[in-house]
């Protein structure tokens, strides 16, 4: 049941209507993962509304030194749900990080580079908000095991639905697996995550997210797709999240656990994220022209062309892990191609034809994946694309070819994403001036997350995932 709360004395009027017994106080950590702790509903009122609940930032990836470790979370009210997973009656209130000593926002939470952006969109006069909707792929396995150790090193995962267990002894093995790239659309009994995936989406809809579909993906092995309608930057960014935490809490409900880890397998197809984007005036899209190629307007051109620019940057926001850059390889279906289409799904930007409505209107980004902090990566995508705006950028002609089959000559002038997380830090060392813009991104959250980036995660380019990347990311 969506929970129409605005104001703290809604908040309140829920807690006692609900009879809520735990109230869950979520935030997301710099890498991507949401935090919580939990208290009692008295500890909520307009005291911990204003001044905030104190808790330890130095124990979070990429906030705080031991020294200076005292922050507050704020909660959010017009962002509770009822955690459908939890025993007691439990209320979850996302929630913005205060520094308590300056009493200002925190500058790494990356709700608040969110909330700036969108701030800054409006700053711009470019337009009033902007719209993003995700389509984050995941897997479903059955089995996963990975360890290092000094005599050790090894990952491990298993599915029914894989490939490779059409000679397993399953007292019977009734076949029906998938093979490798042949896993999009299938019926049951080839697809059979479909009660899964539906439970998914009705957990996503009693909390009050809308969704659009939901369907089995390309690889074998149990990859799934549950596409959520779009909303604005922030909120959608917030949704990502329930997202992750619904999918993995009803997989391990079932005995299976889900994991948005970009390349889990060798040899078949990775998850990705493509990211639909917009930006509009009141009712007006501003992406729309009836006129032009593929429906899309001169500023969303320009919205392109900044994409593309500052692709080799924002890719160590939108796919930022090295298990990313198995996915993100030359000769496959994967994005790589700094180019933009109507309908090349090779090509990083993307403008969708399924509809001829103006409202429909979109550019899709397609280099990014699930492993990505979505407050931080979809700021950075709009910044990007406002940068494009702002110094009238082209984007050159469209692409819709076979971008495999070109000609040497126009194969040459395509540009290719970077092949590893290190190269695209390296490249948004370089390249950040455009998201400093409004002080939405601060030097502050750029150093952090390069210097988190290389301490934590950059190791040699390697094709098969490494027994450390699991342990980095499988949890992503």
């Not at 124990?59 to 005292?70: C, H, L, N």
């Not at 949704?239 to 889990?264: E, S």
């Not at 493509?274 to 307007?297: C, K, M, T």
């Not at 040699?460 to 995932?465: D, F, G, K, L």
Request: charged fraction near 25%.
């Amino acid at each position: 049941m969506p929970l129409a709360c605005q104001t703290p004395e809604d908040l309140f009027r829920l807690i006692r209507d609900q009879k809520v017994q735990i109230v869950d106080l979520r935030f997301t950590d710099l890498p991507g993962t949401w935090q919580h702790f939990s208290v009692p509903p008295d500890a909520i009122d307009d005291n911990a509304l204003a001044e905030g609940i104190g808790f330890d930032g130095s124990s979070i990836r990429g906030f705080q030194k031991i020294q200076e470790s005292d922050m507050v979370l704020i909660p959010d009210p017009t962002s509770a749900f009822l955690d459908p997973f939890t025993e007691a009656t439990t209320l979850v209130l996302i929630s913005n990080v205060r520094d308590p000593v300056t009493g200002q926002r925190y500058t790494r939470d990356p709700r608040y580079v969110a909330e700036k952006a969108e701030v800054y969109l409006k700053s711009t006069a470019i337009g009033d908000i902007s719209y993003f909707g995700p389509e984050a792929e995941f897997f479903v396995f059955n089995d996963i095991r990975y360890g290092q150790g000094i005599n050790h090193a090894f990952y491990y995962v298993d599915s029914d639905e894989g490939s490779w267990n059409t000679g397993r002894d399953e007292h019977p093995n009734l076949g029906h697996k998938p093979r490798a790239k042949e896993g999009y659309f299938p019926v049951p009994p080839v697809d059979t995550l479909q009660d899964m995936r539906s439970e998914m989406i009705l957990k996503l809809m009693e909390i009050g997210i809308r969704i659009e579909a939901h369907h089995h993906e390309v690889a074998t092995a149990g990859q799934n797709e549950i596409d959520m309608r779009f909303d604005s930057l922030t909120r959608m960014a917030d949704k990502l999240m329930i997202y992750k935490y619904v999918v993995k809490n009803v997989a391990h409900g079932r005995g299976m656990t889900a994991t948005f880890m970009p390349k889990p397998l060798f040899g078949d197809n990775a998850s990705g994220m493509h990211v639909h984007q917009s930006i509009w005036r009141g009712e007006q899209n501003l992406f729309y022209s009836e006129d032009s190629y593929a429906g899309l307007s001169e500023l969303g051109r320009m919205y392109i062309a900044g994409i593309l620019a500052h692709a080799p940057a924002l890719l160590a926001l939108c796919a930022p892990t090295t298990n990313s850059y198995r996915r993100l390889v030359p000769g496959y279906e994967a994005p790589i191609n700094l180019v933009y289409s109507q309908r090349n799904r090779s090509a990083a930007c993307r403008i969708p034809m399924y509809s001829t409505s103006p409202k429909a209107k979109r550019v899709e980004v397609r280099f990014p994946d699930p492993s990505c902090n979505g407050y931080l990566a979809f700021a950075a995508m709009l910044m990007a694309g406002l940068d494009g705006i702002q110094r009238r950028m082209s984007p050159g002609e469209a692409i819709d070819k076979d971008l495999y089959d070109l000609e040497p000559e126009e194969a040459k002038a395509v540009k290719s994403t970077p092949g590893s997380l290190a190269e695209v830090l390296n490249a948004l060392e370089a390249d950040h001036d455009f998201l400093l813009k409004g002080d939405v991104f601060t030097r502050d959250v750029i150093e952090t997350w390069l210097a988190y980036k290389r301490e934590k995660e950059v190791d040699p380019v390697a094709i098969r995932p490494h027994p450390y990347e699991f342990h980095l990311y499988y949890d992503a």
